[in-house]
């Protein structure tokens, strides 16, 4: 199909999902395989028993040996907002190893808690805590499972199993918002966790935590500060590669692009990836070369995939409307 056409198609289609904030993504057409990893830890019951905040939980500040931790490349889940925290045991360091990738010590514990600020305009309207998410390094394995909140947000329970919820909020534009939100089962994480058969955390690389921060008040490199504070080894940061903010308009089109696809595609098309998306032949990652992504006679593919919803596979109900026309823009120039 033409392609100016495609975009045009494609944009109507949008806006149509747009006036349409209830839209669902089909479900149900491959059914998600029992996968088998071994488990080092048994999860606790309840999400206080690893002492994450302090205070009121449900102020979400973190306790001191909880570290903030901020992504220039985000994974889009239905606009909700999300807190990631990592802890390493005391005495311990994250060390940066010679490909480039972050090793972390055992008893390593990384956290996502996603909210919805019920109205985008005036956070003093309140928010919803939906889950904790959480991976814990144990005998060099990761262990990851899932927290819901209760309803008068003071503690969250391990959830296994997996959830539909209702969610209502009111969006920076003051339009109302809902969707039936989906709580990953385990098997469900595990679609996107996994790096050749191990589960495996997928923001934290040095590239993706490259990047400015804001920290008592002083703006410096996020690398530098997990080294000041003592949990990130000693090494160069001039020498860490670094993935740009896809939301950032000063950075090219094809590297934004891009950006979207490794956090929001990557995770399960990666030769490593669940093999169910692999037989796919598609590379998103940031670092394949365009001409090895199989991203190249297929952008009509890969768009029709975004547009009706088939992909990302799982993990979102809503359309990601502004990032599937950042990607359809990017494929269009190709
Ligand atoms: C649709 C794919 C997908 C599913 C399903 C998914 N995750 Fe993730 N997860 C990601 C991506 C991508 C990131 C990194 C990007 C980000 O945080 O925005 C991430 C980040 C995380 C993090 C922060 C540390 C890290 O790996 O970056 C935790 C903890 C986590 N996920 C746990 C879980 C748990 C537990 C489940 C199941 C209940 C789950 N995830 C389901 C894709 C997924
Ligand atoms: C949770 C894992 C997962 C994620 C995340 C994911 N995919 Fe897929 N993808 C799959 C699977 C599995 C298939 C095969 C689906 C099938 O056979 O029904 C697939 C197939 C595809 C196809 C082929 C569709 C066709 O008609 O042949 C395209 C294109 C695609 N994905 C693009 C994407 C893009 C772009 C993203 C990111 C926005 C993405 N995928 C995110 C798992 C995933």
Partial sequence: ??????????????????????????????????????????????????????????????????????????????????????????????????????????????????????????SSLGKRIIETRLEIKENGIWNIATYLW???????????????????????????????????????CMTCHQSDSEISPIGPSLRNLNRLVERNGTNLNQLTHLQSIGILDDFDITQASRIVNYNDPTASLSDRGRAYMDMNCAHCHNPDGWDYATERQFDFRYETSLAQSGILFEEDKISNALLDGEMPFIGTTLLDEEGVSLVIEYLDSL
């Fill in 1 to 122: 199909m033409n392609k100016t056409v495609f975009f045009i198609i494609g944009f109507v289609f949008i806006m149509i999902c747009a006036c349409n904030p209830d839209r669902i993504r089909p479900n149900g057409r491959l059914t998600i395989p029992d996968f088998n990893f071994p488990e080092t830890i048994v999860f606790e019951q309840n999400l206080s028993a690893y002492n994450i905040f302090e205070g009121n939980a449900a102020d979400l500040i973190p306790a001191s040996d909880f570290h903030l931790v901020e992504l220039s490349s985000i994974l889009f889940t239905d606009y909700s907002h999300k807190q990631r925290l990592i802890k390493v045991p005391a005495g311990t360091k994250m060390t940066k190893q010679n490909d480039g990738t972050i090793d972390y010590p055992d008893g390593t514990i990384m956290t996502k808690t996603f909210f919805y600020q019920n109205d985008e305009r005036d």
């Fill in 150 to 188: 209760n309803q008068s947000q003071t503690e969250a329970t391990l959830s296994l199993d997996g959830l539909d919820t209702q969610v209502n909020w009111v969006n920076a534009a003051g339009i109302p918002r809902s969707t039936l939100y989906h709580v990953p089962s385990q098997n469900e």
